[in-house]
């Protein structure tokens, strides 16, 4: 027997889980095998969790009915209980199961990026638990259009409540193999369908506020909700000096300042692009002066200036292709982790588009602060 050692939103400590042996069953990305999906069906039918394909990252998922099995999925990552889960499903009529009121913004954006990655925040329907919500009065919900979490969702008859397949804060999954690295032990069954297309969480929307405004930044731009609504704002800006995490109430997933991260520390750097190499290129100078082994992550266009440096050097991708860069950001983060670097130096990849995203949980991945 072990202990999670995370604790929930009361401050006590989870349930004991037993050790439990995780299997890893293949599964195609484009057309699911019936018969694999159907089993997994089954084990969130009878209150077991299952890990699926999103395709933003892997989720880790029970039946969003089923209280006790909900309460497996914070057991297994070590989550507290005040953070809560979205909640997945295959069809735009499963909303009137989970929420009291469907607005007519809620409908114009569904038809527009539905299947997809937005999560719309709306007022929490009797049937959702509240293990689910965190003890709030509205539900995160989104219809992912990954092949297998619908087949997954549809063969359950049910939705499926699910935060990211990996440890508690750490980085976010978007290989079966990130999954197996965190959550190896914890979990049944892992359904593997090879690396997610998009790479960074799906954003979300809160329409229960005055006005339509993001809390998190994904895989929908802050550009393209404009295009439906001109009134969506922009996540707001935190005071990092003064908040409370403890006392934060958070309607969505992804709202603390530390989260996404290494286990290593990660500074972000921004500015003008030579202000950041002078800074970067120094601050890499002085560390490995002290012998430390240090990671970059920085765009293809940078690579000649670090490449003599004495860093290990990671490139997701172009700053003239973010979706490139999105795709390939956790895993670039995974990669200098496991290289056992001892700190990890990150440039700022802009604000527009998929760079908001990008930025938001670089900038999470150094606890909310930025080196100029």
């Known amino acids: 027997m072990w202990r999670v050692g995370e604790r929930n939103g009361r401050g006590k400590p989870l349930k004991h889980m037993d050790y439990i042996r995780t299997e890893v069953i293949e599964v195609n990305a484009e057309s699911p095998e019936p018969t694999v999906i159907e089993r997994a069906a089954m084990l969130l039918r009878h209150g077991e969790i299952v890990v699926f394909p999103t395709e933003t990252v892997y989720g880790l998922g029970a039946d969003a009915f089923q209280p006790a099995a909900v309460e497996r999925i914070f057991a297994a990552k070590g989550r507290p209980f005040s953070d809560p889960l979205i909640v997945h499903i295959a069809d735009e009529h499963e909303l009137e199961l989970l929420t009291t009121t469907i607005p007519t913004e809620a409908k114009r954006l569904a038809r527009e990026f539905w299947p997809g990655p937005l999560t719309l925040i709306l007022p929490r329907g009797q049937r959702v638990p509240y293990r689910v919500t965190a003890g709030l009065e509205t539900v995160a919900i989104r219809m992912p259009r990954h092949p297998v979490a619908q087949a997954l969702i549809s063969a359950l008859g049910s939705p499926i409540a699910a935060p990211s397949a990996n440890r508690f804060m750490h980085i976010s999954p978007t290989t079966a193999h990130h999954v197996l690295t965190d959550l190896s032990g914890r979990v049944p069954f892992i359904l593997n369908a090879g690396p997610c297309e998009i790479g960074v969480e799906s954003t979300v929307l809160d329409l229960c506020s005055d ?162």
Do not use: W
């Not at 001109?230 to 603390?256: H, S, W, Y």
């Open 211 to 372: 006005e339509p405004r993001i809390l998190r930044p994904g895989g929908i731009s802050l550009e393209a909700l404009r295009t439906i609504l001109p009134d969506v704002q922009p996540p707001m800006q935190r005071n990092i000096e003064v908040e409370d995490e403890e006392t934060l109430v958070k309607k969505a997933p992804g709202q603390l300042l530390t989260h996404y991260a290494p286990t290593v520390p990660l500074l972000l750097f921004d500015g003008s692009i030579e202000a950041m190499y002078t800074a970067m290129l120094t601050e890499i100078a002085r560390r490995c002066e002290q012998k430390e082994h240090v990671g970059v992550l920085i765009a293809e266009e940078d690579i000649p200036t670090f490449e003599d440096s004495g860093a290990l050097i990671y490139s997701p991708g172009s700053v003239d292709d973010l979706i490139k860069v999105a795709a390939n950001l956790y895993a670039g983060l995974r990669t200098l982790e496991d290289a056992n670097v001892q700190v990890i130096l990150c440039r700022n990849f802009g604000e527009q588009g998929l760079g908001l995203a990008i930025r938001d949980r670089l900038l999470k991945a150094a606890g909310g602060k930025i080196r100029n």
